[in-house]
């Protein structure tokens, strides 16, 4: 279902992304997705889930997940909601939902036993490295300092993406690895692969652009042509 390279578009809860908007940019992302042959998921606020998954046919995945099982946990999503609503995946441990180790594995097992994939984000190449050990489908890593700047990672800090790169290579090859964090432009997810990533995870640039489908368009060359350039 998902190919690489990978655009992962998540639209946290901006409020561009609600409702009938937050379809709008799932239905672009699908229709770019075709366009140019390139994996593009979304992950829409938790509440839209199966709205945005019965209007597109792209991977959709949950923003957060919680460790609990059924059960007594008031206000909790647990895996079997998301499940239920026919999510590809889900984020785990993004920097504006941190989580405990020990939770962050207990989720990546139990999603694994639903056959549901794993995006964990990590923030620095040692967590990178913990995060490795789990042995989740993806990770990402999104140095916090830069989510929102518009201050892409790929170019401000390529050391961290190809340290994270280098450390998921040694420690576990089979996971895959994208960078988030202020990716803007064509040529910063052009520069995350030249990096050894195999996408990108990105969230404001897409939801706030004047014209997010020819952004996400142009993306989708960079990411092509650096693929192929490999
Ligand atoms: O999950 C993506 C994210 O944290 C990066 O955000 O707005 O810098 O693309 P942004």
Redesign the pocket.
Known sequence: MLGFPLI?L?F?VYLEAIGENGIRLARYAEEVSKEHGVSIAV?PPVTMLSKVIHAVGIPVFSQHVDPSPPGSWTGSVIVEMIKECGVAGS?VN???KRMLLADISTIIKRLRESNLITLL?TDTIETTKAGAALSPDII?I?PPE?????ISVSKAKPEIVAGAVDVVRKINPSVHILC?????TGEDVAKAIELGTEGV???????KAKDPRRLLSDMAQAALKAWEAR
């Open positions: 992962v998540n946290k992950a984020l993004h920097s504006e984000c990402a999104e830069l989510i929102g700047t518009g988030g964090a202020g990716i803007s995870l990105l969230a404001s640039a897409y939801v």
